[in-house]
């Protein structure tokens, strides 16, 4: 059965590890890559990455990006989205903060944003606003 808008916006919300599909050259299948992600209900999804990095590029050219989270308990669900990049922003200390805080314990947040600007180099972010959204929950089985 189909999510209400809300259900969907819900579980777009929560931190499951995204599939970030974009196209990257006319003559291949879209570039498909887990990342984190962050979406509040109602406003834009945004990512991190690196400025030069192959995601950056194909989001760059081709202006638009989709995302598909999924889960398989208690029950099959997934949402996935897709829509036209709003802005892209320079990373900051707050932003990468922000987003391990999301996906790791509290006691290892500090440790990886640590690690994450002195290890993974300069970040670069982009905004998604959800234009196009698919979404099932397919029930226990």
Not at 16 to 34: C, K, N, Q
Not at 62 to 82: D, L, N
Not at 102 to 120: I, S
Request: no cysteine.
């Amino acid at each position: 059965m189909s999510l209400s808008i809300r259900e969907r916006e819900l579980f777009l919300a929560e931190p499951h590890v995204g599939a970030l599909s974009v196209v990257e050259r006319p003559d291949r299948a879209p570039l498909t890559v887990p990342i984190w992600y962050h979406y509040t209900p109602g406003g834009e999804l945004w990512v991190r990455t690196g400025p030069d990095s192959r995601k950056a590029r194909a989001i760059r050219s081709a202006g638009r990006f989709s995302m598909m989270v999924q889960r398989t308990e208690p029950t099959v669900r997934y949402v996935s989205v897709e829509g036209p990049v709003t802005r892209t922003e320079p990373d900051s200390r707050e932003r990468a903060w922000e987003m391990a805080a999301r996906y790791l314990p509290e006691e290892k947040v500090a440790d990886f944003v640590e690690y994450d600007r002195t290890h993974l180099g300069e970040h670069v972010l982009f905004y998604l606003r959800p234009e196009n959204w698919l979404s099932l929950d397919m029930g226990a089985f």
